[in-house]
């Protein structure tokens, strides 16, 4: 069974990987303090499906779990009533407020004529910053996409960007959360903004409440998260190790992930008896793998071309590209009737309903119709046979529809004139993609059977993408390895290089990237342009500061000679013998590549470990036919079979 965590430090941080039972172990934790405890106990989690699953194990009112939105959005509604702080408002975002005011653009004047007409102001009516003051009687938190400068409406990310000063701004907020609870637990703290994790530790300082931080380095992935607050964890927080075991994948799996975890003296143990070694797969070609495993695959587009689903992705991609609460593949992979947009929702509801039709599963099919808050209630009124008549040819008709190679425009128009749905619904949803003309000449066209696709997949994954690290364990994983471009930067092939040589250090290696990352934003920041904007000329002005960075990193790099002279020292030396624009740029595109080869290392670890009974991973003979031999030796050092197709 997996043992509770014993909390002993006010200040600690708890070390867990993929299949070490840490939702159990929390669970268990919080269950044996709420004995003792004589305050609230507060668990934040990073996804809302993760605060599902531990209040289902979790049944007290005095436990608070939920995300950070929903926890800093409830905590600061009362204080966002107050005069002071929707003054600092105003202040925190005088220059965004000024803006809009002075603006001459078409959005600016739009939103100006309607906060005119809101407010009931005459046209020509000069709208001050005196104005706007004297309408904001509080602050609220609108999960919106931007805020409302004007009205105080704050946008996701903006809620916590605020909160985090309005805390700096009056410091006796920090009290008000210690003195409300004992305990405060951070799940997937490596996923977790720097200045939230400082808010935290802030709160609890100078206070008897315990701050504990869960998750696994291996599993940070997103830039800009934990990188700033790193130095207070090292100072301040002590190490649990005690979740050795490993409760999902079986004995070899294991042995694996031990050998390639960046701490050797970290050992997990495995809870389940060894199987077939995993094997590595060297190919000519990766698109012709016939498997029934479940396929990791590295980028979205290659998930959503997979499963036939790629216009319906491209088209909300569009949509949510500048979105800082949604991305497009979170509203995709939603399935419940709680999904955001509401096109989506929409289009589950009616492939649902067709379903439990077609399955003549009509106690369900009731139930959901009756669940749908947009469905048409006086059709479903069933009072008699002739109702029920009504309701099978309207659902009859429906069934016959999607399975025609039907757009999604068509079948908003088909439902315009039906009904099945509140028309005033569709209609709305309509106007909502009129108003997005982008996303409006991609949706239209897009087949109904692309979100069946998407659908089904859900239901039954095939896929998923190497990313994806809070995915669930699978029986059967094939790991297919290919390198990224700019987004996500992964150098796959370039860390099984370093790997397979000898010559890949994961402390090391994040030592450099910090010299390299930091050296190049200083540059950047001192010449006002990015390096990839610069020209000759520009070359030659900032001559000095190009030669100071690349001495700079060149230092760190050379610390681990073998290292440098086998990935670096050519592009250096290339610069140092040349010095212009196109051997300088060579030199950052070089180094850039380290936080690929640190990102392609976790997110092959990661990979690896959502396998339960039997892990398969392709590589292609071309990109490591430079290595072939060393490569080969060390899949097997590491516990891997190999076989050359």
Not at 177 to 204: G, P, R
Not at 241 to 268: A, E, F, H, T
Not at 289 to 308: C, M, P, R, W, Y
Not at 453 to 474: D, L, M, W
Request: with cysteine; proline share 2%.
């Amino acid at each position: 069974m997996v043992e509770g965590l014993n909390i002993i430090e006010q200040f600690t941080i708890v070390n867990a990987p993929a299949g070490s039972g840490k939702t159990t172990s929390v669970s268990k934790n919080i269950k044996k303090l709420l004995s003792n405890s004589k305050k609230k106990i507060l668990c934040i989690t990073y996804t809302n499906k993760a605060a599902e699953q531990l209040s289902e194990r979790i049944d007290d009112e005095r436990v608070n779990i939920g995300t950070i939105h929903s926890f800093i959005g409830n905590f600061m509604s009362p204080f966002f009533k107050i005069k002071p702080i929707v003054e600092y408002f105003l202040e925190y975002y005088d220059e965004h407020i000024l803006e809009i005011l002075e603006g001459t653009d078409e959005k600016d004047v739009a939103r100006l004529e309607r906060y005119l007409e809101r407010y009931n102001l005459p046209k020509d009516f000069q709208v001050t910053k005196e104005t706007i003051a004297k309408n904001i009687s509080h602050l609220e938190y609108g999960e919106t996409q931007f805020t409302s400068f004007l009205h105080g409406r704050l946008s996701h990310d903006d809620l916590l960007v605020f909160s985090k000063a309005v805390f700096k701004k009056f410091p006796k907020l920090n009290k008000a959360i210690s003195h409300q609870y004992s305990y405060i637990f951070i799940d997937e703290y490596q996923d977790t903004k720097s200045d939230i994790l400082e808010l935290f530790y802030n709160a609890t300082l100078q206070s008897d409440t315990k701050l504990t931080l869960l998750g696994d380095e291996m599993q940070q992935i997103y830039q800009d998260r934990v990188e700033d607050f790193q130095q207070i964890i090292n100072r301040s927080f002590v190490r649990d190790y005690s979740l050795k075991n490993n409760w999902r994948s079986q004995g070899n799996i294991v042995s694996l992930l031990n050998n390639l975890y960046y701490d050797s003296s970290y050992k997990q143990n495995p809870q389940k008896p060894a199987q077939k070694k995993p094997k590595i797969h060297i190919v000519e070609d990766l698109t012709n793998i016939q498997t029934d495993a479940l396929q990791l695959v590295l980028h979205n587009s290659e998930l959503f071309k997979a499963i036939g689903s790629y216009n319906l992705y491209d088209a909300y991609n569009k949509r949510y590209k500048l979105y800082d609460k949604y991305r497009s593949k979170d509203i995709l992979f939603d399935l419940t009737s709680n999904n955001p947009d509401d096109l989506m929702a929409l289009l589950i509801f009616i492939l649902e309903i067709t379903d439990l039709f077609d399955n003549k599963q009509f106690g369900h099919l009731i139930q959901k119709i009756i669940n749908f808050k947009f469905s048409n209630k006086e059709i479903w009124k069933i009072k008699s046979h002739l109702d029920k008549v009504k309701v099978s040819q309207h659902l009859e008709g429906l069934s016959k529809e999607i399975k025609k190679e039907i757009t999604i425009e068509e079948l908003l128009n088909f439902l315009s004139a039906s009904e099945i749905v509140d028309t005033s619904y569709i209609g709305t949803i309509i106007n909502n993609i009129d108003d997005d003309l982008e996303f409006k000449n991609k949706i239209n066209s897009v087949k109904f059977s692309e979100f069946i696709n998407c659908y089904r997949e859900i239901k039954n994954p095939k896929f998923s993408t190497q990313h994806a690290v809070k995915g669930e364990g699978y029986d059967h994983v094939a790991l297919k390895v290919s390198d990224g471009t700019n987004n996500p930067n992964v150098k796959m092939y370039l860390f099984l290089e370093m790997l397979s040589k000898d010559l890949f250090n994961y402390q090391d290696l994040c030592s450099i990237n910090v010299v390299v990352v930091n050296n190049i934003k200083n540059f950047t920041d001192s010449v006002g342009k990015k390096v990839s904007k610069l020209n000759a000329s520009d070359y030659k002005q900032y001559k000095h500061q190009c030669s100071l960075c690349i001495i700079n990193i060149k230092k760190a790099l050379i610390v681990n000679k073998s290292l440098y002279e086998e990935f670096f020292a050519k592009d250096i030396i290339s610069f140092e013998e040349k010095l212009n624009i196109s051997t300088f740029k060579k030199c950052i595109t070089a180094v850039n590549r380290i936080e690929g080869v640190l990102l392609a290392y976790k997110l092959f670890y990661v990979g690896c470990s959502r396998a339960k009974k039997k892990l398969d991973v392709y590589v292609t003979q071309k990109n490591i036919q430079g290595f072939k031999k060393e490569f080969i030796s060390k899949m097997k050092e590491i516990k891997f079979e190999v076989e050359v197709h």
